[in-house]
C-alpha cells in the first residue's frame, strides 16, 4: 500500500499588515465621499450622470434666468417684484425637480450595494450599520444641498452685484442668506430621509423610483383632498403629512412670508414655526426607521 503524499507549507511571501489602521472615523469619511460622487454619477458611465446631472441643470435654470431679468431690467423694476422669483418661492418651484432627483439618486445609493450582496464586505469593517445609514443620508443631504442653497446664493450674490448700491443691497438683503441656508437644509434633510427609506425597503430600482414618486405626490393629493372635506380645525394638521405642503411651510417661515390669502397654507392658519418643527421630526423618524432597516436586514 502506497504512502500518503506528505503535505508541505510553502513560503510565498505573505506578511502582516503593518501600515496605519484609519478606523471607523476615516471609513465613514470614505464612503460619504464615494457616495457623494455616486449621486452626481461622478467615476461611472455617461448613463448614470445623466439623470442626477440633468434635473441638477433643471434645478438651476430659475436662478439663471433671474440673473439674466437681473442684467436686462432696470433696477426701478427688480426681479423680486415678479413672484416667480422670489426667494422664498424657489423651493417651491423646483420641488417636484427635487423629489425626482432623489427618486433617481436614492434607489442608486442603496439598493446597488443589497442587489450586489456587498453590505458583507462593508459590515466586516469597523464600519457599523447605523454610520453606513448615516453616511448614505449624509450624502443625499449633501447633493440636495447643492442644487437648492447654490442656486440661490447665486442669484442673491447676482443680484447684489447689479445693485447701483452693492452695501445697501446687502444691508437691506442679509436676511435673506440665513433663510436661504436654513430652509435648504431642513427641506434637504427631509425629502432624503424620506427617500431612502423607501429606496432601503425595495432593492430594486424602478419599484424604489416609483415608490418615492409616489409617496411625494399620492401624499399632496391625499392631504389636499381631505383638507377640502374635513373640518378646519382638524384638516389643517393634515396638511403636516403632505411633504410639499410642508416644504413651502417652513420656506415662508424661514423668511417671514404670509402664504397667498387663497392657498390651502393660509386657510389652515398653522404657525410657520409648525412647518419646521414637523420637517425635523418626520426627519427623525425617517433616520430610525432607516437605522431599524439596516439593523434587520440580511447582508
Known sequence: MADAPAGAIYDIGYQRYEGARLGRRHAIWALYIHSLRSVFGIGRSLSSKVGPMGLAVIAFIPAIVRLGISAIVPEEIAPEEIGLFRPEGYYVMIEIVLAIFCAVVAPELVGRDQRTQ????????????????????????????????????????????????????????????????????????????????????????????????????????????????????????????????????????????????????????????????????????MLALLFRRYEKISP
Do not use: H
Request: charged share 10%.
Open 118 to 285: 456587498t453590505l458583507t464586505l462593508y459590515f466586516s469593517r469597523a464600519l457599523r450599520r447605523q454610520d453606513y445609514a448615516l453616511a448614505k443620508f449624509a450624502a443625499l443631504t449633501t447633493g440636495m444641498l447643492a442644487i437648492t442653497a447654490i442656486p440661490q446664493i447665486m442669484m442673491f450674490t447676482g443680484n447684489s452685484l447689479a445693485a447701483n448700491n452693492f452695501f445697501d443691497y446687502l444691508q437691506d438683503k442679509w436676511t435673506d442668506l440665513p433663510a436661504i441656508l436654513g430652509s435648504a437644509i431642513l427641506l434637504s434633510c427631509l425629502i432624503s430621509s424620506i427617500s431612502l427609506v423607501i429606496a432601503a425597503q425595495m432593492p430594486r430600482r424602478a419599484y424604489s423610483t416609483v415608490g418615492i414618486i409616489a409617496a411625494f405626490l399620492l401624499t399632496s393629493i391625499i392631504a389636499a383632498s381631505i383638507f377640502e372635506v374635513v373640518d378646519q380645525n382638524i384638516g389643517r394638521f393634515v396638511l403636516l403629512f403632505s411633504p410639499f405642503e410642508v416644504l413651502e411651510g417652513l420656506t415662508l417661515w424661514f423668511f417671514d412670508v404670509a402664504p397667498d390669502p387663497d392657498s390651502q397654507l393660509a386657510v389652515a392658519n398653522l404657525p410657520g414655526a409648525v412647518y419646521a418643527i414637523d420637517a425635523v421630526l418626520v426627519t427623525l423618524l
